[in-house]
């Protein structure tokens, strides 16, 4: 699975981002999409998920502020970051879990397949 992200950058407090994920087509799967984070001397945490059908799932930390989005034709995964706080700072990554959904998809120890991810980082 290739998963390729971009959009990453640097923002002020209050500021807004649009990260993108493109799965390559040759791969593509039913399952879940998800965008995750890291932060230096922090686990990784799950951010936002959607799923084939088209439910979608927040952390609270992110509720009314992220939307994670999807075009099927272009094989892409959008994260709308609006009112970015600096604690949004963080590695993002996409990742894909194939074939499962619902509760599944909350667990980010569940996704093996990643992409590189791009930075976003939050000044105040």
């Known amino acids: 699975v290739q998963l390729v992200e971009s959009g990453g950058g640097s923002v002020q407090t209050g500021g807004s981002l649009r990260l993108s994920c493109v799965r390559s087509r040759y791969t593509y799967r039913p399952g879940c999409m998800a965008w995750l984070r890291q932060a230096p001397g922090k686990e990784r945490e799950m951010v936002a998920h959607?799923?084939?059908?088209?439910?979608?799932s927040y952390a609270d930390s992110v509720k009314g502020r992220f939307t994670i989005s999807r075009d099927k034709t272009k094989h892409t995964v959008y994260l709308q970051m609006d009112s970015l706080k600096p604690e949004d700072t963080a590695m993002y990554y996409c990742a894909a879990l194939d074939y499962l959904s619902g509760s599944w998809c909350l667990e980010a120890s569940r996704y093996r397949n990643w992409g590189q991810g791009t930075q976003v980082s939050v000044s105040s």
């Open positions: 959607i799923e084939t059908d088209g439910r979608t």
